[in-house]
Nanobody
């Protein structure tokens, strides 16, 4: 009954600034940790970023620090991933995910720690 829907993927160029969006259907959206993962062909699903309930803090994988920004708008049940200076290595299917937790003191980074997933959106970065 919980649905997450990503949008904003497509072909990107180095130098672009593009934002992915994920809109969720559940109530009490602000009580979920939200995260972004990606999966490239032949690779495991990889943590990208996660954000606290209120959006006050976030974690990122090292390869995207300084380039990607996760944010959320709880009034719109939406989480975003802004992608600046994308690289060919960023090419992957990007998934948003929600973790139902009582605390956001530590942000989970493993796929199994998340409870709900979107269908994914393809991001392709040319070089």
């Amino acid at each position: 009954q919980v649905h997450l829907v990503e949008s904003g993927g497509g072909l990107m160029r180095p130098g672009d600034s593009v934002s992915l969006s994920c809109t969720a259907s559940m109530s009490a959206f602000g009580g979920y940790i939200m995260g972004w993962f990606r999966q490239a062909p032949g690779k495991e699903r990889q943590f990208v970023a996660a954000i606290t309930f209120s959006g006050s803090s976030a974690d990122y994988t090292d390869s995207v620090k300084g380039r990607f920004t996760i944010s959320r708008d709880n009034a719109k049940n939406t989480v975003y991933l802004q992608m600046n200076s994308p690289k060919s290595e960023d090419t992957a299917v990007y998934y948003c995910a929600a973790a139902q937790r009582y605390s956001d003191y530590i942000l989970p980074s493993a796929p199994y720690e998340y409870d709900y997933w979107g269908q994914g959106t393809q991001v392709t970065v040319s070089s």
